[in-house]
């Protein structure tokens, strides 16, 4: 297992998600691991500066553009390595940078995106130029296109291989370009009525399908904020728990993870670490631990 932390928080409007990957850390995730059996290699930590920007359609691009070429060093030379990647957040826009590199390393994957938000804006469709909310649309080929690109053409995921999972808060337009992208949304209604057991299967069924495996990229504001409360952007009436962890649970079973995105925790509003310590523990479950 390699850590790859990214003390980032220019993709959002709110500071404090570059604390994430150290409150992460003293949550025991790196101990926990090892407890579990597994060969721990903490690689650091990426720390963006802030770079000069006149765009204020992509906001900080030039700083987050650097550190996700950096994060897509590391991953690839993390799997080259034959090394499981787990990076942690910092805010979503560094999974431009993590899904890239596994996206180059095994070529066709899976992706599955779990998130209170599409992340699904451009710069021509984002009404406030936060790149923590356009990701995914640039890595599945829908812009902004310098996102992805590091060193050469962009390298985007196939959109029918992808599925958001637990969204409740998507702007007008961003909704209207998911549903013409081909990404298989499960919106927190769906949750509702079909269970997440039945989204999950679904989901691992859509995204693990004739793919080499499933990038998973959780942003821990997908949870309740009661769940929750250290988040960059929380929204009311998310995740349980217990739905969750048993997303986690059930990745860990399909036997297709690859590579894990731990995102947006926000330490300096956090309540005694308590997001943080769910952050690790979703990740320890996603790698095999269980109740019983």
């Known amino acids: 297992m390699d850590i790859i932390g990214v003390q980032m928080d220019f993709g959002a409007s709110k500071r404090g998600m570059n604390m994430g990957p150290l409150a992460i850390r003293y949550a025991e995730l790196c101990e926990n691991l090892a407890k579990m059996g597994f060969e721990v290699c903490d690689k650091g930590d990426i720390v963006p500066i802030s770079l000069l920007d006149t765009n204020p359609a992509m906001k900080n691009f030039n700083s987050i553009k650097e550190a996700n070429q950096e994060l897509y060093n590391k991953v690839l030379e993390s799997l080259s390595d034959g090394a499981f990647p787990i990076v942690l957040g910092g805010d979503h826009s560094l999974s431009a940078g993590s899904v890239s590199a596994v996206r180059e390393h095994f070529g066709e994957i899976g992706v599955i995106w779990i998130d209170a938000h599409g992340d ?5 469709s984002s009404k406030s130029g936060n790149m923590h909310g356009m990701p995914l649309s640039a890595l599945c ?3 902004p296109d310098e996102m992805v690109k590091f060193g050469k053409d962009a390298n985007f995921v196939n959109p029918s291989k992808v599925v958001l999972i637990g969204g409740r808060e998507f702007d007008p337009e961003e909704s209207e370009r998911l549903k013409a992208s081909g990404v298989t949304v499960f919106c927190i209604s769906s949750i509702d009525r079909l269970g997440m057991c039945a989204v ?5 069924g ?5 793919t080499k495996g499933i990038h998973l990229s959780f942003d821990i504001d997908a949870v309740t904020p009661e769940g929750a409360p250290g988040v960059g952007t ?21 036997n297709k993870l690859i590579s894990l995105d731990m995102v947006e925790i926000n330490a300096v509003i956090d309540e005694n670490n308590k997001t943080a310590k769910l952050a690790a523990e979703l990740i320890l479950s996603c790698l095999g631990k269980v109740v019983f």
């Open 206 to 210: 859509i995204a693990g399908n004739n």
């Open 141 to 143: 080929g829908f812009g």
């Open 120 to 124: 699904f804006n451009n710069d021509k």
């Open 200 to 204: 999950m299967e679904r989901a691992v």
């Open 234 to 254: 929380p929204v009311h009436s998310g995740l349980t728990l217990r739905e969750a962890f048993l997303a986690a649970e059930m990745m860990c079973e399909s």
